[in-house]
């Protein structure tokens, strides 16, 4: 991947920031972004390799837009789209505000349509034309109070298939990648709490695991890829029977 451009979402942290690390070792030139300005130069500092950040927020369209002038002038074209930006909270589902639901469909869904249209001029410039965005366990099997934001990667997962589908004769590669549950700055202080405890036998990844299936997911131009991969034949039970999951975490239920 030498010399490739590789445009990071969410690249000052956690799953994001892995990839960068894996993408920079392979000779990419990386491109992050994210709202936090400091985050992102400090990444980019730690990666070396050329890695430039441009501060935007997915939920803002100016923003996005500028997000894409920047890389046009810079760089003249994208080879990898890896859409990482990304929000986690939960919720009673019966009780949360609409206003948390909205927040994440804002970031998690319509932010990432919208990275993926303004880029779409500068990826039609290169030739491996790859988009990569990720969804989640819980975006096939929905635990309790993640109503919200596993409707959100649901809405990631059917878009991400229609655009696959839609963008082949180009061709374009567009690839889902769904972790398990990340130790990562999303989860911190979270994961084996009362709203999110982890079932037995479902391991923590590491952020660095999610990047190396990122990096096989763009080099092998998969179109989905579970993590770890023995979890894919569950995740499809689960999504043919969705009563399995409610037994999965029965032992969990609060009283
Ligand atoms: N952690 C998990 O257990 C897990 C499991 C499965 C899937 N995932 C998915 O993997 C992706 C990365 O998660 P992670 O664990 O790496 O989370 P993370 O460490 O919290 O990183 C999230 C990144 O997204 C950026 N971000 C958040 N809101 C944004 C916005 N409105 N505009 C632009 N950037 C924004 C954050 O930076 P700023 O706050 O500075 O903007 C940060 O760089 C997410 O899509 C997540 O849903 C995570």
């Given amino acids: 991947m030498q010399g490739e451009v590789v445009l990071i979402t969410g690249g000052s942290s956690g799953i994001g920031l892995a990839a960068a690390r894996r993408f920079v070792s392979l000779g990419a030139r990386v ?9 992102l ?11 430039d950040w441009f501060s935007a927020d997915v939920s803002d369209p100016a923003s996005v837009a500028a997000l894409m002038e920047w890389i046009a002038e810079r760089d003249g074209r994208l080879d990898v789209l890896l859409n ?12 949360s505000a609409p206003e948390l639901a909205e927040r994440l469909m804002r970031v998690n869904y319509f932010g990432l349509t919208r990275t993926i249209t303004a ?8 030739s491996r034309k ?11 099997l929905v635990p309790p109070y ?11 997962q ?7 589908q839609e963008m082949a004769g180009e061709g374009f590669h567009v690839g889902l990648v769904l972790p398990g549950p990340v130790a990562s700055p999303m989860t911190d ?37 579970v993590v770890p991969g023995y979890f894919a034949p569950l995740l499809r039970l689960g999504a043919a029977f969705p009563r399995l999951v409610d037994l999965i975490y029965l032992p969990y239920r609060k009283r």
């Fill in 158 to 164: 059917g878009y991400t298939h229609a655009l696959r």
């Fill in 189 to 225: 202080g979270l994961l084996n709490s009362p709203m999110y405890p982890v079932p037995v036998g479902v391991p923590v990844l590491s952020p660095d695991q999610v990047a190396a299936a990122i990096v096989k997911c763009v080099r092998r131009r998969r179109s989905e890829v």
């Fill in 84 to 95: 990482s930006a990304g929000q986690l909270d939960l919720a009673s589902s019966g009780e």
């Fill in 41 to 51: 130069a400090r990444a980019a500092a730690e990666l070396g390799g050329g890695t």
């Fill in 31 to 39: 491109r992050l972004t994210a709202r936090n300005g400091e985050k």
């Fill in 146 to 156: 993640f109503s919200a934001y596993s409707a959100s990667k649901f809405a990631v």
């Fill in 130 to 140: 790859s988009i990569v965005n990720l969804s989640s366990f819980a975006g096939k």
């Fill in 119 to 126: 880029a779409l001029p500068l990826l039609r410039m290169s």
